[in-house]
């Protein structure tokens, strides 16, 4: 797939996996004790609330954020700046024989970066005579500069308030267990504003972002659930009156949100639910989304307090749950279920995704840090990017391989949401198994920059040259006809300007899809795009940003032809 996506891509992945790493780990916390507080429903049991993570002593002060990667007190950090170093080339010895800069030096050997930028604590250029030598780095210095202090703030080991979310059971160090319960569901008679993300999280009552950094942060954490969110909420802000929403998108979308919704003036509870389908929500290509914990997708279904939902991803880099992909063995992990071999049996042990369903055993939340170790310190975004890390599978996490066919897991996570991951080379090969109950009243597909436009990694035409993702057999070729036909909209995210803008014109190339699609939303901006820039580690000159831009199309409606068509055997008459 495209570089620039696997950058955006990877960095997600990398940026949760820190998430579940040790300084912020009473998040995941949370979300066990989130689970427990719908437990407690069903049982009095309260010994778990006695289990107090430690309170986060940071190591990094607000003022002490920035150090140069090759002398960061991380060493994750350090380990990008290692990488970094054996993938980059030094801009200026490669203007020398490239065609990306007008520098006009002689023709050496492009050496890698290694000297580090003393303003931004990247490794930038091969010298220090490079590096003054280039009048563009100055164009990047202070965003490379944001990013570090970023990096280093995540690790920080502060308190985060903004990775604290609505609905979420928390821990105060102050107080002596958890003991503050914010709002789940939004209330029916509070309007959520989808505007922006400063009101939506004013309106939603989440923590305030203090700090343009809290936004970046926050903004990154939640971009993907609140991108859906807000496309598909009644009050989003694309609409008919800005031109965002076409009067086609219109029909699509109060179809949709007839479901999602209740009817105007009946208050939108759980119990409005009832008799409702559920409403199906598919990934498609899920990467770093398909890792993001359970109770970050959660805040979904918050926005929606009268709808119930069904998340799948499904592609070739759906992370399953860790069980699924250790083949061996570990010598850090104590869980006797780990130990199952990977290959799935055909029969009912390989329902046994996380463990024995009738054991009462907690997940212990030490499993994340145990994740944690077995990985690589970093992983680059580069070309070929990896799958995310393998996600800690929660009680109720079952394997899905005899309902789908495929490496699958289903989680039903919260009383209005469940989350299903499909790991398949490509989705054609699981279509059959939902087209036939695909309804434009209930289902929706998003693909999150999934390089239409970009050429196949594998394919090529009888003359040997590339061919587009959207086109080729082996990614998006056989797909987009598909869900065009079901009438279904289809949200596609780009992570630049020029990102949106090469997938869509590759609409008008694929066959099966050039001709046969209506316009849903108009190719813009995402008021829920994240707003931090993310550094390709290949050339941190490339900087893009998570879900920057959103469309929508959906099959062509078919009856203005067919009427046509009637008529005109009418008047033949
Ligand atoms: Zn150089
Ligand atoms: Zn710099």
Redesign the pocket.
Known sequence: MAFALVCQRTTTARYFGCIRSRPLRFHVASSVAQRRTFLNIFRKKKTEDTKEPPEPIPLLSEDDLFHPYSRSPFPEVRAKGQTISSMAP????ASGNSHTHEHNHEK?K??NVSFECPDCGWPT???EE?WKADKEHEKYCSRLREANEDEHDLRSGRRMPEFELPGIKLFHPKYTCYSRVRTGPQGYEEAISFANWDVFWYTRGYNSMDSERSRRHASKLLTYPMTIGSVLHQHSSLMLNNQRLTPEGSRSMAAIRSTLHTEPGAPETHEASVGKPQVRIFILGARGESSLPPHVWEQLGFLFPAANFHLFFIGPQVALPRERQNTTPSPVNNDSTSTEPETPASDSTSDKISGDPTSSKEIPDTESTQIEAKKPLYTPNVYTPQTPAAIPPLKWTRSSLTRYGVPSYTTPYSYQMSLSGLQVDNYADVHPLFEETLDPYSDVFFFFAPGFGFPSPSYKDEAGQPVLQISSPTEWGPVLPMLLASKCPIFVTGFSPADVERDVRSLSTAPGVAGEFEWVVTPGPNPFGSEKWEVADFDPRIMVKTNWGIWAIRGKSRDIQERSFFSSLFSNN
């Open positions: 030094c801009p200026v010895c050496p492009v050496k250029h091969c010298s490079h």
